[in-house]
């Protein structure tokens, strides 16, 4: 089934649709180095997606949705607008950053490596503002007696993660799901003669819940009316309570719509002044959740998946707890379920037991 609204935006997908990149460290979406997979299941560089060269449209290429002159003048990632750089921050000895490394490693995985030392200082610090600290040490105390960490730590997850996201940010993900994936799980799943007819999808770091909300859009505008016999379930979780606050409350800015069809936005929001407001039935199939990807005991529990959305935050881990993270992703999806990642990700040297499957510029991981 060809989908005119995905034709509309599937040439939109080069830098003028992407976030200006942000020095500051930015997610997956800055990185230099986009995937995709050869045959062979090695990333290999595409030769336009998502590059700098395809920022200027080409003579005869399809017109863009957008008219790439307002992007850098209207949107400014959230990142950009973090005081990360401020140079009044006190500083960290070398030591005391690997203490502090070490301790956010050991609880989320992510990877601060030592040319991010002044992103790590510079989000402490903030933490200790708030608490009244003047120096790392005593955060550091405040954090790793159990007391106090069961308070404090939503609080750190908070600032040391990236939660850059927005509404159909990667367009041939979704319309692969759309048009291929989610037809053949359902369909197999009819074909049992006493299977539930429930579908379930993960949306795993799903921030402030953009991509699960799409997900649901596409589910309600596209999936429902050829298989109204199923339910559908979205599950979005993240390690940082702040945004699935925010991704609960359903109401969004200009920033996270940017690259929506029109015709979703028209259907399923309502706008008031800047905010965007999401309807009840789109939220209605998303439950948020708090889930540490690094937390195994928590992770053992995620479990009967169709789909997997794990995407742009493997990027922030090291190959160990990548291959941790995946492993678990793995148990967690039913067979013949599929894991999508970031388009800059890659599971080379993380995980075999997948099967690499293409789709129009995008790859997913399929369990067979
Ligand atoms: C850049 S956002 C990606 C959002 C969305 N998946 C997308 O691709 O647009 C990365 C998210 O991963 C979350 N994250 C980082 N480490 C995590 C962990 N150990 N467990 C769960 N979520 C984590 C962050 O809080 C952040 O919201």
Same mark, same amino acid.
């Not at 970031?342 to 997948?354: I, M, P, Q, R, T």
């Given at each position: 089934?060809?989908?005119? @609204?995905?034709?509309?935006?599937?040439? %939109?997908? $080069?830098?003028? %649709?992407?976030?200006?990149?942000?020095?500051?460290?930015?997610?997956?979406?800055?990185?230099?180095?986009?995937?995709?997979?050869?045959?062979?299941?090695?990333?290999?560089?595409?030769?336009?997606?998502?590059?700098?060269?395809?920022?200027?449209?080409?003579?005869?290429?399809?017109?863009?949705?957008?008219?790439?002159?307002?992007?850098?003048?209207?949107? +400014?990632?959230?990142?950009?607008?973090?005081?990360?750089?401020?140079?009044?921050?006190? &500083?960290?000895?070398?030591?005391?950053?690997?203490?502090? #490394?070490?301790?956010? *490693?050991?609880?989320? $995985?992510?990877?601060?490596?030592?040319?991010?030392?002044?992103?790590?200082?510079?989000?402490?610090?903030?933490?200790?503002?708030?608490?009244?600290?003047?120096?790392?040490?005593?955060?550091? #105390?405040?954090?790793?007696?159990?007391?106090?960490?069961?308070?404090?730590?939503?609080?750190?997850?908070?600032?040391?993660?990236?939660?850059?996201?927005?509404?159909?940010?990667?367009?041939?993900?979704?319309?692969?799901?759309?048009?291929?994936?989610?037809?053949? =799980?359902?369909?197999?799943?009819?074909? @049992?003669? %006493?299977?539930?007819?429930?579908? #379930?999808?993960?949306?795993?770091?799903?921030?402030?819940?953009?991509?699960? *909300?799409?997900?649901?859009?596409? +589910?309600?505008?596209? +999936?429902?009316?050829?298989?109204?016999?199923?339910?559908?379930? +979205?599950?979005?979780?993240? =390690?940082?309570?702040?945004?699935?606050?925010?991704? #609960?409350?359903?109401?969004?800015?200009?920033?996270?719509?940017?690259?929506?069809?029109?015709?979703?936005?028209?259907?399923? !929001?309502?706008?008031?002044?800047?905010? *965007? =407001?999401?309807?009840?039935?789109?939220?209605?199939?998303? &439950?948020?959740?708090?889930?540490?990807?690094?937390?195994?005991?928590?992770?053992?529990?995620?479990?009967?998946?169709?789909? =997997?959305?794990?995407?742009?935050?493997?990027?922030? !881990?090291?190959?160990?707890? &990548?291959?941790?993270?995946?492993?678990?992703?793995?148990?967690?999806?039913?067979?013949? $379920?599929?894991?999508?990642?970031?388009?800059?990700?890659?599971?080379?040297?993380?995980?075999?037991?997948?099967?690499?499957?293409?789709?129009?510029?995008?790859?997913?991981?399929?369990?067979?």
């Amino acid at each position: 089934m060809a989908s005119e @609204l995905f034709d509309k935006f599937r040439f %939109s997908q $080069g830098a003028a %649709s992407r976030p200006t990149p942000s020095p500051l460290g930015g997610d997956a979406s800055s990185a230099p180095a986009p995937q995709q997979a050869s045959s062979s299941g090695t990333p290999s560089q595409p030769s336009t997606q998502g590059s700098d060269a395809n920022a200027s449209s080409s003579p005869g290429s399809a017109p863009s949705m957008f008219d790439k002159s307002q992007f850098g003048q209207i949107f +400014i990632p959230p990142s950009l607008l973090t005081s990360d750089l401020n140079s009044n921050a006190p &500083k960290m000895d070398e030591a005391t950053f690997k203490k502090f #490394r070490d301790f956010v *490693y050991e609880q989320c $995985g992510i990877s601060f490596t030592e040319n991010k030392k002044y992103l790590l200082e510079g989000r402490i610090a903030k933490r200790l503002e708030a608490h009244n600290l003047t120096s790392f040490d005593e955060y550091f #105390r405040l954090i790793s007696s159990s007391a106090s960490a069961r308070d404090e730590l939503p609080s750190l997850f908070e600032v040391v993660t990236i939660n850059e996201t927005y509404f159909f940010r990667n367009p041939p993900q979704f319309e692969a799901l759309e048009q291929v994936i989610l037809p053949e =799980i359902l369909k197999a799943k009819q074909a @049992l003669p %006493s299977g539930a007819k429930k579908l #379930r999808i993960w949306s795993a770091a799903s921030s402030s819940g953009e991509e699960a *909300y799409t997900m649901s859009m596409l +589910i309600l505008e596209r +999936i429902k009316p050829q298989f109204p016999g199923f339910q559908f379930e +979205i599950v979005a979780s993240d =390690i940082n309570t702040a945004v699935l606050e925010k991704a #609960r409350t359903g109401v969004y800015k200009e920033y996270s719509v940017r690259n929506m069809p029109q015709h979703y936005l028209n259907k399923y !929001f309502t706008q008031e002044g800047d905010k *965007y =407001i999401l309807s009840p039935e789109v939220r209605n199939q998303v &439950k948020f959740m708090c889930v540490n990807l690094y937390d195994t005991p928590t992770m053992r529990s995620m479990t009967s998946f169709d789909v =997997i959305f794990c995407c742009n935050v493997l990027i922030y !881990f090291d190959t160990q707890a &990548k291959q941790q993270v995946v492993a678990n992703l793995y148990d967690a999806l039913n067979k013949g $379920g599929y894991l999508f990642i970031g388009y800059s990700e890659s599971l080379h040297g993380v995980s075999k037991a997948f099967k690499l499957v293409h789709f129009p510029k995008t790859i997913a991981y399929k369990k067979e």
